[in-house]
């Protein structure tokens, strides 16, 4: 039974390693486009400008409320028509291009992602002590310093634990991208049982793995967690 | 062909695909939240080494994708066809409905488990010892006394698992379940119109508000001797601030 798992032509084990590999790939490539996505979709719905509020809470709104399998479809297939639309229009002789997959999970995971960061980081900064801003405004600091130096140390504090479980059901949600077609983990694991008809063996393997990924990630948030309250009396 | 042309002509299907999707939710949720307080009294009783399984599950099932979850009971109980056939199962497991049902249950369980464990533990103890002094046995004591109070703690983070579970039965689309995401990408395949998925956006968005709407309610009569002065802590957080 194991040789179905070995490195090589016989086994499987480098094909899943491979999906692996595209699976992590994508998560890590979403992450900062997810954040900053957050970042401003928090920023909208926090600002003064009724236009802009309204628009980042309609966002955070409606991005929380649908399935993220349509979202993925939407982009996948919204994007590249838009795109090549886009394209026809500002150069007529250009041959169309693809959308590849791999870059509408990117953004469609990172829409979803952003979403959801975006109430978190939210939540985060409406609880830093007020004081301190109007106390870095009373020694004189700028506006953009009082950002960089006061607020964002602390809400990376307060964001912490809601974006590690964003970060967690993320790595989940990368399997919906096998369903257009890149050779992730679950992809390669559906490609393994065609070959080898063992459908309960290998998607077992596919949940363990993604099963080994949340924990280790559990693992390493709760050491980060530690950091970033380091310094801090508990009450 | 317009947006509005393809909602006059598909709104049957789409109509079909709704329902669909609904009775998937309805019907998962209700079989989780059946099981779910056993699991729950017994995550917060029951002897460290009694609740392994049970948390081995809980993690498993919130580790891994429920795309994984739902391919691993449908195209994984293929591989123990003969004994399924044996035990008179195989019909169940052939149909994909029964197979994203279960996958969803299951799924749900877990998730409703650690949130009703939560409302449980959230109990003060000072009512239990109440209904202990006035001498209800331990089974009326749950039924009048934790329960109501646990759920009433629970409430809101169980409407959030609801809308999860609704988000989540669009999957059942990738095992040919024609739910409103299998409709919506069936009508999509046959009019390359795009805006097909902007109907089904919509149509789902309208589910999450009604059932907000639904659950405030609810929430609202099962807190209604209460009285509005002095809501309990659970329901003065918003639905959409706390996920699971």
Known sequence: ?235 | MSPVEILVQYWPRLLDGTLMTIKLTLLGALIAAAVSPVFALVRVHAAPMAQAPLRIYVSFMRGTPILAQLFLIFYGSGQFRPLLQEWGLWSFFRDPFNCALLAFALNSTAYQTEILRGGVLGVPRGEIEAAKAIGLSRLKTLRRVVFPHAYRIAWPALGNEVILLMKASALASVVTVFDLMGRTRQVFSKTFDFSVYLWAALIYLCITAIFVLLWRQAERRLSRHIGTRNTPQATAQPLKETRA
């Open chain 1, 1 to 235: 039974m194991f040789e179905l798992f070995s490195y090589g032509d016989a086994g499987w084990g480098d094909e899943i390693l491979q999906g692996l590999a595209i699976t992590v790939q994508l998560a890590i490539a979403t992450l900062p486009v997810g954040l900053c996505i957050g970042f401003l979709a928090a920023f909208a719905s926090m600002s003064r400008a009724r236009p802009l509020r309204f628009l980042g809470f309609g966002y955070t709104t409606i991005m929380r409320g649908l399935p993220e399998i349509l979202t993925l479809f939407v982009v996948y297939n919204g994007a590249g028509l838009l795109i090549n639309a886009v394209l026809r229009w500002w150069a007529p002789e250009a041959s169309p291009i693809d959308f590849s997959p791999f870059a509408a999970g990117v953004v469609a995971l990172g829409m979803v992602f952003g979403a959801f960061a975006a109430e978190v980081l939210r939540g985060a900064f409406q609880s830093l002590d007020r004081g301190q801003v109007e106390a870095g405004r009373a020694i004189g600091m700028t506006g953009r310093k009082i950002f960089l130096r006061i607020q964002l140390p602390q809400v990376w504090r307060f964001a912490l634990p809601g974006l590690g479980n964003l970060w967690i059901n993320m790595l989940k949600d990368t399997a919906l991208v096998s369903v257009i077609a890149l050779d992730d983990l679950m992809r390669m694991t559906k490609v393994a049982v065609g070959v080898t008809k063992q459908p309960f063996t290998f998607y077992l393997l596919a949940c363990l793995i993604y099963w080994a990924m949340c924990v280790l990630s559990e693992l390493v948030l709760a050491q980060m967690e530690r950091r970033a309250n380091r310094g801090i009396r508990r009450a």
